[in-house]
């Protein structure tokens, strides 16, 4: 059974940075594309970033220029790096990878920025 972990997350300072990774295992296949949400208290979840099989990135407008996806396939590892990061990029993130055609989301892992 494929199994996704999140590790990264944690207590920053405004304009500080942080990377979150997701790493699958227990996978028989690539990933093919993948995705970032967040989700804050009260919220609804909301994406991102996203990036496809064949690389290509698209990010939601509140965070482009300051936050960036990559990937690993041979450690089977999605990463996202964060800068700049501001108090409403508070929130839990979340990994969702897609392999075989299947949708897979990782634990979450919260991220907490203070002004």
């Known amino acids: 059974q494929v199994q996704l972990v999140e590790s990264g997350g944690g207590l920053v300072q405004a304009g500080g940075s942080l990377r979150v990774s997701c790493a699958a295992s227990?996978?028989?296949?690539?990933?093919?594309?993948m995705a970032w949400y967040r989700q804050a208290p009260g919220k609804q979840r909301e994406l991102v970033a996203t990036?496809?099989?064949?690389?290509?990135?698209n990010y939601a407008d509140f965070v482009k220029g300051r936050f960036t996806v990559s990937r690993d396939n041979a450690k089977n590892t999605v990463y996202l790096q964060m800068n700049s990061l501001k108090p409403e990029d508070t929130a839990a993130y979340y990994c969702?990878?897609?392999?075989?055609?299947?949708?897979?989301w990782g634990q979450g892992t919260q991220v907490t920025v203070s002004s």
């Open positions: 969702n990878l897609h392999i075989l055609g299947t949708s897979y």
């Open positions: 227990k996978i028989s296949a690539s990933i093919n594309a």
């Open positions: 990036m496809t099989n064949g690389f290509a990135t």
